[in-house]
Every structure is written in C-alpha cells, then in structure tokens.
C-alpha cells in the first residue's frame, strides 16, 4: 500500500519535516510572545463559572454570618501567580459574608502572603473590620501535618499567640475555640505539602463533621485532591481557571467599586492562558504533522 | 543499645500512642504531647539543615568542585539573610515598645528582611516557576508525537484538558443542546468525564494503594522488624 507521505510534494514534505526540528529558541520566543501580548491587551474572555466553582462559593454562603472561618496560606510566591487571586476572593467573600477569619500559614512565605492578602483585600474593601474582632493572623507554624494534627485536639498548643504575640486567650475571635472543630469552614489555598491534602487526611477525617472544608489548588496538585472531592471537600478551585469562575461569582454578589483589579486577577490571567493553550495546541498538531510528513501513516503508527 | 534500642523504642512508643489516641479519648492527650515533640523536632531540623547546607556548600567550595561559585553564593545569601533576619535590620519599631529594637516588625520593605522578600526572593521564585512554561512547550512539541495507542489516547485526553481550561472549549462546544445525545461533548460534561470518572478513579486507586503501602511500613518500623529508619546511612 502505498503511503500517504509519498503524495505529497516534496518541497512540502521537506518543509514539514524542517518544522518539526525546529530551534527551541524559536519555541522560547513564541511562547513569550503569547503570554505578553494578552497581558498588554489586557485580554479577557468570558467564564462560565463550573460545579466546583459553584460548590465552594455555595459552601462559603451556606454558614451563617459571624462564623468563623480558618483561612491556610499554604503556598509561597513561586506559586502565588496561580493562587494569590482565588486566595484573594476567598478573603473578600468570607469579609463580605461577615465571617470572622483566622489566617495561618503551613509554608515559612505562607504568612507574608497573608499580610499582603490582609492589607490589599481586607482592609482595602472592609476597613471597619477590626483585627483581633473579625480577623486574626496567626503566622506560620513549622511541623507541617504535625500541626493540623494538634490543632484537632487543641490550638492553644498549635499557637500560643497570634503573630504579633498576643496571646489567643485574649484574642476575642478565638474565644471559646479549642480545635479547629470549633470553626465553620477551613480553606486551604494549598501549592503542595503540606496543603489541601493533609487538612483532609488529619483535620477533616479526625472530625468528619464538625466544620466544612474547600481547597483552592494548583492545576498539578489537582488530581491528587480529586478524589476527596465531593465527599471530603465541599467545594475546590483548580488553578487560574477555578479561580477565574470563582471571583465572578463573588465580584458579582460583592461588588467593589475601587481598585476592582485586585479581585480580577484570575480572569485577566486567563488571557495570556488562552493563547499559550493554544500554541501549545497548535505546536503539538506541527510535530505530529512533522512526524507524520518524516514516517508516513504506517511508519507514525509503528 | 544507645543508638539502637532506645531510638526504637521512642519510635515504637511514639506509633503506638498515635494509632491510639485515634481509638481511645484516654490516649487523646498523650497524643497531643507527642505531636508537641514532633513539632519541636521540626524546628530543630531548621537547624540541623541549615548546618548541613553549610557543610555541603563549604565542602563544595573548598574542593573546587564545579559550580563551586553557586555555592559561594548560596552561602553569601543565606549568611545575608540571616544576619538580617535575626539582627532585625531596619525593622519598623513596635508601638507599644518603640524602644525595643527586637519588638519591632520585619513585614514592610522598609525593613532588610521585608525588602529582601518584596524584591528578592518573590520575584526570583515566580520567575522558576515561570519557566516551566517555557519548558513545558519546548517538551510537548518534542516528545508529545502519537507513535502508539497509548500515545494517542493520552494526546487526546491532553487536547480535551487544554481546550476545556480556555473559554475556547465553551465556544467550540456550547451549540450542542444540553439535553441532546451528544451533550457528553460539551466541553463542562468532557472535563468532568476526564477528571471526575477516569482521573478520579485512578488518583484512588493509587491512594489507597499508597496508604495500604504506609500503614504496612509503619507497623515494620513500629514492630521493630524495618531498622532502616535507624541506621547512619
């Protein structure tokens, strides 16, 4: 039989097969120019926002106003560009809901990623909240899993004082807390471990039914969490797309009249997505035309 | 006996009264002093890695080994930062202490270790990340060629992912009635069939067989039969 490389034109099939050995700079170049140039342009697409979008946005509305929330920054700035903008419109919808928000952080940059979080989203849209009344900071505690563990049994031994030093017995929103049973709903905003996976493994399954708990993820972390989902996890944000979905459903709820940018970083970031999705695409179809241009039907198959 | 026994028997003891406190409310407290130890030891380890980075970069640069200057550097920065660090240089003074240098907060750019996070650390952790992006393109038009079955299927589960995560699945996708036959390809319904069923079904797979591998470990570490957590390596 006769193959289908040898109908076509050998310039044709000489400048197929050179595509597919391509420089790698060129590769470099044109990868940067898809995510630059959308960035530039300021290029959105509309989301439609999916089931676990909606399961975590449904999860921080079902609990009554006044709840506490527990809030784990457990990601550092090499993952923040994935993360920070669902980490941001968890805080604002927890603070727009009237939650009272415990921050923490299981990664040594977690904390500092929460104090930015605290001074550009919470107290930028709610600057009647009060720290110590409506939030508290509780820092980063070294021993990973070690502390979710503790904090089962008692977060006084977990943390002994928030991370300005005040005790948590004379914290106001930490009155009457002794585990993290004692909050309405956990997130962890999780590039790893410890992360999302270890509140589900040693806090969520030590008490099953005593808070409810969402996660925010990296798109490579997420199908490590996927089977917990929807049994163990209410709801869960999956990379730049999860977070893109969710900040519509809370932006719309919860408008912000001023520095708005904030709570859109996740759809400005689907720009610049889009397009490398689609190089990526279009790079994969040229070296398999290329393959198939070099070997034939017959000879790609083998 | 020192080096043996005694680390086995606090390994053994620290298992059991952990498996324990999950069964018994008595054990409960136990259970909170060993996590209490545990913690502890997980801030020594700070220190004892940071002496190992020492040890490992010094012995680098001394023997001249290659990329002996990347070590100078990470020593450089790491003493840097510590000095800093601890030192509380350019911290903002505390309100209720403002005398007190070591009451004072590091978190604004106008303290050394706040600067060197905003400016230092963040951006140059984003950018390795970032990288990835670059590499990932470059592998994928290389290695990502349908030459088998199973290459096929995984290029096709690749395509799915990457049209479904953009708003172009939606549009290529949306014209197929919700209550049609064919509503399976849709590009929400394709994502779902991807991650929910087949994804979800392996990711259990592996997890269980992961906890069945760890609970088996860890009775042989436990019991005394696996040593090899005890020896020098």
């Known amino acids: ?302 | 006996m020192l080096q043996r026994t005694i680390p086995l028997l606090i390994l053994s003891a620290s298992g059991l009264v952990l498996i324990l406190s999950y069964f018994s409310p008595i054990t409960e407290t136990w259970s909170e002093q060993v996590v209490s130890w545990f913690n502890i030891l997980a801030g020594v380890a700070f220190v004892l890695g940071a002496g190992n980075l020492l040890a490992v970069n010094l012995e680098k640069i001394s023997s001249k080994r290659p990329g002996w200057a990347y070590a100078a550097i990470t020593l450089v920065s790491f003493g840097a930062m510590l000095v800093v660090g601890l030192s509380k240089w350019g911290s903002v003074p505390d309100a209720k202490y403002p005398n007190v240098h070591l009451a004072g907060s590091q978190d604004s750019t106008q303290a050394g270790y706040g600067w060197a996070y905003e400016y230092v650390l963040s951006p140059l952790t984003a950018t390795m990340f970032a990288l990835l992006a670059f590499y990932v393109a470059s592998a994928a038009f290389r290695a990502f060629r349908a030459k088998n079955l199973e290459a096929i299927l995984l290029l096709g589960t690749a395509f799915i992912i990457l049209l479904v995560q953009i708003a172009a699945g939606a549009f290529l996708t949306n014209w197929i009635p919700e209550d049609s036959f064919f509503a399976f390809l849709r590009a929400e319904s394709l994502k779902a069939i991807v991650t929910e069923v087949f994804q979800t079904a392996g990711m259990r797979a592996i997890l269980i067989g992961i906890a069945l591998g760890t609970a088996a470990t860890s009775l042989r570490l436990i019991l005394g039969i696996d040593r090899s957590a005890l020896s020098k390596g």
């Not at chain 1, 720290?131 to 980063?140: P, S, W």
């Not at chain 1, 005040?166 to 309405?184: S, W």
């Open chain 1, 1 to 302: 039989m006769k193959q289908r490389n040898e109908q076509l034109p050998p310039g044709i099939r000489g400048f197929l097969i050179r595509m597919g050995q391509i420089d790698r700079r060129w590769i470099y170049l044109a990868v940067a120019v898809a995510i630059a140039a959308p960035m530039l342009a300021r290029l959105r697409f509309p989301e439609v926002p999916g089931r676990m979008a909606h399961a975590t946005f449904d999860a921080i509305e079902s609990i009554p106003p006044g709840s506490r929330v527990l809030i784990a920054y457990d990601f550092d700035p090499a993952s923040a560009a994935e993360l920070e903008p669902m980490a941001n419109a968890v805080l604002h919808h927890c603070a727009s809901k009237g939650h009272r928000i415990a921050l923490m952080a299981l990664w040594p940059l977690g904390k500092q990623l929460a104090d930015d979080a605290v001074r550009d989203i919470l107290l930028e849209y709610h600057p009647d909240k009060v720290e110590g009344v409506d939030y508290v900071q509780l820092g980063f505690k070294t021993g990973n899993e070690g502390v979710i563990k503790l904090m089962t049994t008692s977060i006084g031994e977990a943390y002994a004082a928030d991370a300005s030093g005040k005790p948590i017995t004379k914290i106001p929103l930490l009155e009457g807390v002794r585990t993290i049973g004692d909050f309405q709903l956990i997130a962890s905003i999780s590039a790893g471990t410890p992360g999302a996976q270890q509140w589900v493994q040693y806090g969520d399954s030590a008490m099953p039914d005593a808070f409810k708990f969402v996660a925010g993820t990296t798109g490579v972390q997420s199908s490590q969490l996927l089977p917990y989902y929807p049994k163990q996890m209410e709801g869960m944000l999956i990379a730049i797309k999860g977070a893109a979905e969710y900040e519509m459903l809370v932006t719309e709820k919860y408008p912000v009249t001023r520095s708005a940018d904030r709570l859109a970083l996740g759809r400005e970031r689907m720009g610049p997505q889009f397009v490398a999705h689609l190089l990526l695409i279009g790079l994969i179809v040229l070296g398999n035309v290329s393959m198939l241009a070099a070997r034939g039907w017959k000879g790609a198959a083998r």
